[in-house]
């Protein structure tokens, strides 16, 4: 099976107000794709949908089973996410413990609970911390803590609604850069909804959301490859993106950059 | 109103055994009707600085100068809540914020606690809905329905509902998308030159930083580390763990490594017209 997430046909109305009209969604396994949306495009929607804390008129299908309130406990042994400020749902005193606690009820003895933790800490950069009460951490280093706590349990399908916001770009590099290695070695799929137009080139595929629907669905290039179309939307080109564009307009250079080293050496031969 | 902070300092627990100090020494000089953009990394101090500037938290070492008004450590309850009526601040986490059901009440709320007077309130409430761009359809929604972005925004109303003199904003690029971002750099760039507001950002979003403000000062460790024109910083300055602005890095990029003779910008048409002509 190619796609570990498929939806058709959804529309979902919050009160009276209608968010999704006839949205089809469809996520590729093993790849990172970034859904972007401006605010208020519904991006917090369908992530609750995905996770089961609203319903709506459509089934959901991840990885070839339909979800349904009944089989939730099994899509969340498949999904691990972080949500959006999530900074104040830690329940443990130490970040040990907390870590820990996905993995209790799972019979595996304290000695390779203790080797797991230690080797997603390490991964991440926050093994300094595990002594640490979460609730006085930085939000930054909460952020990685939610992070590691997704991941402890080896979900498929990892979902990111705007958790790395309080990143600096160092560290939101290192991260991607540890999601990239699970996706290629551990099978991981990552799903991450963001306004940030910036984030989505570290991404093979992006979907962008706008008007209650996907508007455009793609690998990075082919999504910023029309202009246009990206016009319709109510986000903005990343910057190295619409400086290709214009310096395409006059002839200076002739396709897209990702990367500014690249553009640059191009530019001045 | 002109702003002039002189050897401040903030002590968290002060006199008990729990003391912790965030701030010290800083000094500050903010003209009247300017755009300063102050950044640091997470852990700098400029929450807690933003806080004090905007006289939720009081100094526990220094004085504050707001116009003709010292702010120091003896001061008069009065005289903070007449200064309090004049400034307007967002808070880095404004979302928790929100105390009333809709809209409508949240901005009449602020309308009540700074005591100010209009002719028509109702007016008034709509006129801070229409300045930052949220539709009228919204007057009557539940707060907890909208989107983060769309809360940013109904803070910027209930913040210019008001008409404060100074504007301090934590982390305003925060949440918001790009599209909401240029929004809101018209909207400040608006308030300082019509209406002559004194505008104070915090951030870490240098990218931000780099389009609106005029002089920029670095908090690290809880002191100003280096102050000066917004280019000269970004030129020169040691950042640490804050990313350039990404016009910047192009920049800096193209000079150094291929010597290129483009000059330091803050918008892209410039940059582009600089690269047209030291290419061609």
């Known amino acids: ?269 | 109103m002109e702003i002039k902070v002189n050897h401040l300092g903030y002590t968290y627990n002060n006199k008990t055994k729990l003391k912790e100090e965030v701030l010290k020494d800083i000094n500050l000089e903010i003209k009247d009707n300017t755009i300063i953009g102050i950044i640091g990394s997470k852990a700098s101090g400029k929450t807690t600085l933003a806080k004090v500037l905007a006289l939720q938290k009081l100094p526990t070492d220094g004085e504050i100068q707001m116009g003709t008004i010292t702010v120091g450590q003896k001061n008069d309850r009065d005289m903070i809540k007449n200064l309090k009526q004049q400034i307007g601040f967002i808070d880095e986490y404004y979302y928790e914020s929100f105390i009333y059901d809709t809209v409508y009440n949240e901005i009449e709320y602020m309308l009540n606690t700074h005591e100010y007077v209009t002719l028509n309130h109702e007016k008034r409430i709509k006129d801070s809905l229409k300045i930052v761009g949220l539709s009228m359809e919204l007057l009557n929604r539940h707060v907890s329905t909208l989107s983060q972005g769309e809360k940013k925004k109904l803070m910027l109303a209930k913040m210019l509902s008001y008409n404060p003199k100074i504007i301090i904003i934590d982390e305003p690029s925060l949440d918001l998308d790009k599209h909401s971002q240029n929004e809101l750099i018209k909207l400040l760039k608006m308030m300082q030159l019509r209406y002559h507001k004194t505008i104070i950002l915090f951030s870490s979003d240098t990218d931000f930083i780099n389009r609106l403000a005029e002089y920029v000062y670095v908090i690290e460790n809880g002191t100003v580390k280096e102050q000066g024109e917004k280019y000269e910083i970004f030129k020169n300055g040691d950042l640490e763990a804050l990313d350039l602005p990404l016009i910047t890095s192009f920049i800096k990029l193209a000079r150094l490594k291929k010597h290129a003779k483009i000059e330091y910008r803050d918008d892209i048409y410039d940059l582009m017209k600089d690269v047209y002509r030291s290419v061609r």
């Not at chain 1, 926050?126 to 992070?147: A, C, F, G, R």
């Not at chain 1, 989505?200 to 793609?218: E, F, P």
Request: aromatic fraction near 8%; charge should be negative; hydrophobic fraction near 40%.
């Open chain 1, 1 to 269: 099976m190619k796609n570990i997430l498929e939806l058709k046909n959804l529309s979902f109305k919050y009160d009276q107000e209608l968010i999704f009209d006839n949205l089809d969604l469809i996520i590729a396994k093993n790849k990172f794709t970034t859904v972007l949306g401006s605010s208020g495009s519904g991006k917090t929607t369908l992530v609750k949908l995905l996770m089961g804390e609203l319903t709506g008129d459509r089934v959901i299908i991840f990885n070839g089973m339909a979800i349904t309130q009944d089989n939730l406990p099994e899509l969340y042994t498949l999904v691990g996410a972080i949500f959006e400020n999530q900074y104040d749902t830690f329940i443990f005193k130490t970040v040990f413990e907390e870590l820990a606690f996905p993995l209790e009820n799972k019979n595996y003895s304290s000695l390779e609970i203790e080797k797991k933790v230690k080797a997603i800490s390490e991964s991440l950069n926050i093994s300094h911390l595990l002594k640490q009460n979460p609730n006085t951490l930085q939000t930054s280093d909460k952020e990685l803590v939610n992070l590691a706590e997704a991941l402890i349990k080896n979900p498929q399908i990892l979902i990111i609604d705007e958790g790395l916001k309080a990143l600096d770009k160092k560290t939101k590099e290192q991260v991607i850069d540890v999601l990239k290695e699970k996706i290629k070695k551990q099978h991981l799929t990552v799903i991450y909804f963001t306004h940030n137009v910036e984030d989505s080139l570290y991404s093979d595929d992006i979907i962008v959301l706008d008007n209650k629907k996907v508007l455009i669905h793609g690998s990075k290039e082919t999504v910023y490859r029309d202009e246009e179309v990206f016009n319709k939307t109510h986000l903005e080109l990343p910057f190295i993106i619409d400086l290709s564009k214009k310096l395409q307009f006059y002839n200076m250079i002739d396709q897209d950059y990702f990367s500014m080293e690249k553009m640059v050496n191009d530019l001045w031969k």
